[in-house]
């Protein structure tokens, strides 16, 4: 979704930093946008709804952050019982190889 005026783009950059790139990539030229959008009243029922859009999207991020951080704990915790089943298979190891060399 591009940027409607300089002062969302300010905005959207101060708060909004990782949304604001996205925005800004869909806009043609930002330093051809007018410092504040006019308010008509079909203007402000769009930015209800385009505000209501950048918290539905900022929910998407931090849920994706959320599930990044959940399977990082994942993999840790993974990683450590694989590193508890070489242990035990490196110990299983020497003491077949202590047995056999007794024969």
């Known amino acids: 979704m591009p940027f409607k005026s300089k ?4 905005f959207m950059f101060e708060k909004h930093p990782k949304l604001a790139k996205e925005f800004a990539e869909a806009t043609p030229s930002i330093k ?6 006019s308010k008509t009243k079909d203007s402000s029922m769009k930015n209800h709804h385009e505000k209501h859009e950048i918290k539905k999207e900022h929910h998407k991020e931090a849920a994706k952050h959320e599930d990044h951080k959940n399977m990082h704990h994942h993999h840790k915790e993974m ?4 590193m508890k089943e070489l242990k035990h298979h490196e110990k299983m190891m020497k003491h077949h190889e202590k047995h056999t060399k007794k024969k």
């Open 7 to 10: 002062a969302q783009a300010r």
């Open 32 to 37: 051809d946008l007018p410092q504040h959008k």
């Open 79 to 82: 990683h450590k019982h694989h």
